[in-house]
């Protein structure tokens, strides 16, 4: 019992470790970027959400190597990707006047588009695995190939179609820009990626021994609160954005994070020696991919349609669309664990 305790304790205190170095890594990094000429959807999207997403990728690697728990690898990555989608919810709590869907950019839809292509075949990879059709060159599988191709193409078109923004955020951003220097600020985000990376090691190592002493399964503990866990970065930076009056980069954030975390299955597949990582982690994981594209799919639908009506002035029916859909999926894999 004691040595349970001392488990969450240590799970704690590294989620805790995660959740003070993102502050620090919102303003340094929007620092960087401006005086570099980005914009805010830009900084969101590809620098804030590959930093914020060193967690998961912290944790992935410390799964595979460490661990020994490939369900919780998979299961992070997946859970985080519904996790940063119902984070939408919380962002939309807090905005204050219209629905946060009404005040971004119909923009988003283009990565919110791509995260259901990357999020989609890495589920499709594990639903055909189960099959016994799963291609392999040695231990790697070749699904990983074309997650880290679909990547790069996501990358390039966003960063394509972002060129006017970051045309026109260099003056703007130029008049906000604090007396702190682009090498103080690149220390300060070093640091900060550091500690994330240390309490990112930590958390699979720590979650796997809790998973085990509880008898609950590994996957149900990697989809939950590991992912919730590694997930804090990106709430921190998106309300933090969301403070300074920038809802794009709030949005932007959370969905370049999933675009990334999907990337990190291929950054596992290649450190998990054994046999193709999605073909040795549960099949459950499947539910939860599919949950993640029906959320992407919810979060274009209130993009596009940009409702008014917000219940009881809080949140709209975007929101609650994506909190239900969340709520059923870690049901499912409650049961699963069962």
């Not at 099959?131 to 190939?145: C, D, K, Q, R, T």
């Not at 969301?242 to 290649?270: C, H, K, P, T, Y």
């Amino acid at each position: 019992m004691t040595t349970l305790i001392f488990c969450w304790v240590l799970f704690g205190l590294c989620a805790i470790l995660i959740l003070a170095a993102g502050p620090r890594l919102t303003r340094n990094a929007e620092i960087i970027a401006a005086k570099k000429g980005l914009s805010d959807e830009w900084v969101g999207l590809i620098l804030l959400a590959s930093i914020t997403s060193l967690p998961e990728l912290a944790a992935g690697v410390s799964s595979v190597t460490l661990a020994n728990a490939p369900d919780i690898a998979v299961g992070a990555v997946f859970g985080s990707c519904v996790f940063n989608l119902v984070m939408l919810v919380v962002l939309d709590f807090a905005v204050r006047g219209e629905s946060v869907y009404r005040q971004a950019r119909q923009a988003h839809i283009l990565s919110a588009g791509f995260g259901i292509m990357l999020v989609g075949f890495a589920g499709l990879t594990m639903m055909v695995g189960g099959f016994g059709i799963n291609p392999s060159i040695g231990h790697l599988g070749v699904g990983s190939f074309v997650i880290i191709g679909l990547y790069i193409i996501a990358t390039r078109a966003i960063y394509n179609y972002e060129a006017k923004l970051r045309e026109s955020a260099a003056l703007e951003a130029a008049k906000e820009l604090p007396e702190q220097s682009l090498s103080q600020a690149q220390k300060t985000v070093v640091y900060a990626a550091i500690a994330i990376l240390i309490g990112g090691s930590l958390l699979p190592v720590v979650g796997a021994e809790i998973a085990d002493r509880m008898a609950i399964g590994r996957g149900f503990m990697g989809t939950i609160f590991v992912a919730a866990a590694t997930s804090l970065p990106e709430l921190t930076v998106s309300l933090a954005a969301l403070r300074q009056g920038s809802v794009n980069m709030a949005i932007a954030n959370l969905l370049g994070s999933n675009l990334f975390n999907i990337l990190i299955l291929a950054v596992e597949d290649g450190l998990y020696l054994k046999a193709p990582l999605l073909e040795s982690a549960s099949p459950i994981h499947v539910a939860t991919a599919m949950a993640a594209m029906v959320m992407t799919g919810v979060v274009i639908a209130g993009l596009l349609y940009r409702p008014k009506t917000r219940l009881f002035r809080t949140v709209g029916w975007t929101s609650i669309a994506l909190f239900t859909v969340y709520l059923v999926n870690a049901y499912i894999v409650y049961l699963s664990a069962s």
